[in-house]
């Protein structure tokens, strides 16, 4: 509990002494940049790879470089992968494949990997990615440990939760929007919709405190404005829009297909650790309630955490019950004493 405690410090301070260097690398012609964290350069250190969620500050997320300071100073390598589709917030068919073959790569390196075996973390999407990922043969005996913060179980819930629910948040909403323009036949080569998304996407990852997204609506066709005033205003539209497309298109029918991580989470062996916000207004946590539900009745290594203590991946500012604590110091707990080197 130690560990997980000093962890939880960590986030709420800036730790002390952690190293962290920038360097990239080629897999199946893909480069990936990695920031490297670390306390002690000359001991050798289980490595734990963190894949950062849709966000628009990608790897360079402030949440997710605090994350890897803090597990970095309890005594891990830490490892924050820039990947390049989701770095542009892209959802494609060979995302779970290409994450496949970074992860075995890292495995296979001993510069990275001690003894061919890492742990990973991850939030929202991301995770679901990951898991999706892990399911695969050749990583069964090289994943350690996997936390999954905020994750999904299936994708047309989500869809379903974040189009029709009034309260949920546009981010997500907006995000989905961008990836399925490009299969619309009417709105695929229609730039002023593609720019109107894109900024709306942008004023709220990044707070913008004079949006840009006025100016782009101005400028746009009488019909593009009507399709974005319904988008944003009429859920029925955005649910009619988003399941009228997948019915006709065989591609999203492929990727929803790939990243159904209900049909393959029987098949990761690591043990896994699911944390999800009380109140996550864009992946509800029965999501998380689901995935662990599926791993307990196939016996397989499994913990749950709603706690109040976060959002969706954001850490909420008030002070809690010590319960709450001792709830998400627990999970951390559990996938730190996962998150080891069979020959350390």
Not at 265 to 288: C, K, R
Not at 313 to 336: C, H, L, P, Q
Request: aromatic share 12%.
């Amino acid at each position: 509990m130690y560990k997980s405690a000093k962890f939880l410090v960590g986030l709420l301070r800036e730790p002390h002494g952690v190293i962290n260097k920038t360097s990239s690398i080629v897999v199946e012609n893909k480069q990936y940049t990695i920031k490297h964290y670390r306390k002690n350069i000359d001991k050798k250190l289980h490595t734990i790879v963190i894949i950062g969620g849709f966000s628009v500050y990608g790897y360079k997320d402030e949440r997710i470089n605090d994350l890897a300071q803090s597990i970095a100073s309890v005594g891990y390598r830490v490892l924050i992968v820039s990947i390049p589709d989701i770095e542009t917030l892209t959802i494609s068919t060979t995302l779970v494949e290409e994450t496949r073959a970074l992860f075995n790569y890292i495995c296979n390196d001993t510069y990275y990997a001690l003894d061919r075996r890492i742990s990973i973390l991850a939030p929202s999407f991301s995770a679901g990615l990951v898991l999706a990922a892990c399911a695969h043969e050749s990583l069964q005996n090289h994943i350690a440990s996997i936390c999954c913060i905020g994750t999904y179980a299936h994708i047309e819930n989500v869809f379903e939760y974040v189009l029709g629910k009034e309260d949920a948040d546009d981010y997500g909403r907006n995000i989905l929007l961008k990836n399925f323009i490009p299969y619309h036949p009417k709105w695929k080569n229609n730039s002023d919709l593609k720019n109107i998304v894109k900024e709306a996407i942008y004023d709220n990852g990044l707070k913008r405190k004079i949006p840009f997204l006025p100016k782009f609506v101005m400028s746009a066709d009488t019909s593009t404005k009507c399709f974005w005033n319904q988008w944003k205003s009429d859920k029925s539209f955005r649910l009619d829009f988003i399941k009228n497309l997948i019915q006709e298109n065989v591609e999203i029918q492929q990727w929803m297909h790939v990243f159904d991580v209900t049909k393959t989470i029987h098949l990761v062996n690591a043990p896994v650790v699911f944390i999800h916000g009380t109140y996550d207004n864009v992946i509800p946590p029965s999501e998380s309630k689901h995935l662990h539900q599926l791993r307990i009745e196939k016996q397989l290594p499994s913990h749950l955490c709603i706690t109040e203590m976060i959002s969706h991946g954001d850490r909420v500012s008030k002070m809690y019950n010590t319960s709450e604590y001792f709830k998400i110091i627990r999970a951390f707990n559990i996938f730190f004493r996962n998150a080891k080197s069979i020959h350390p």
